[in-house]
């Protein structure tokens, strides 16, 4: 069985820093793709980025780019997700999963984390 824990999530100001934290059990995340997502009240799930294997192998959405970072630890089998900067139009709820190939589309992956709430506010 494969399970997807985060933490991480809370309150923050605007330009402020944020990281998530994503643990995977049952499955390694060396030999999987590791991704983002969030989704916003009244809005579809959106993608944020995702890791592929090995370096260099990194999508992020545009929303994100020069923000947000995507990093894992292989031997904690942990992935991250390093949020600077963050404005107001980041508040969402934010999920961890993985996927088999990389993909940006959500339904491309087939396990998930529990999501963790991220609010962005003065």
């Known amino acids: 069985q494969v399970l997807l824990t985060e933490s991480g999530g809370g309150l923050v100001q605007p330009g402020g820093s944020l990281r998530l934290s994503c643990e995977v059990s049952g499955r390694h995340i060396r030999s999987a793709v590791v991704g983002w997502f969030r989704q916003a009240p009244e809005k579809e799930r959106e993608f944020v980025g995702a890791?592929?294997?090995?370096?260099?192998?990194?999508v992020v959405a545009e929303s994100v780019e020069g923000r947000f970072t995507i990093s894992v630890d292989n031997a904690k089998n942990t992935m991250y997700l390093q949020m600077d900067s963050l404005k107001f139009e980041d508040t969402a709820i934010y999920y961890c999963a993985t996927a088999r190939s990389l993909t940006t589309v959500w339904r491309g992956y087939d396990y998930w984390g529990q999501g963790t709430q991220v609010t962005v506010s003065s």
């Open positions: 890791r592929g294997w090995g370096p260099g192998n990194t």
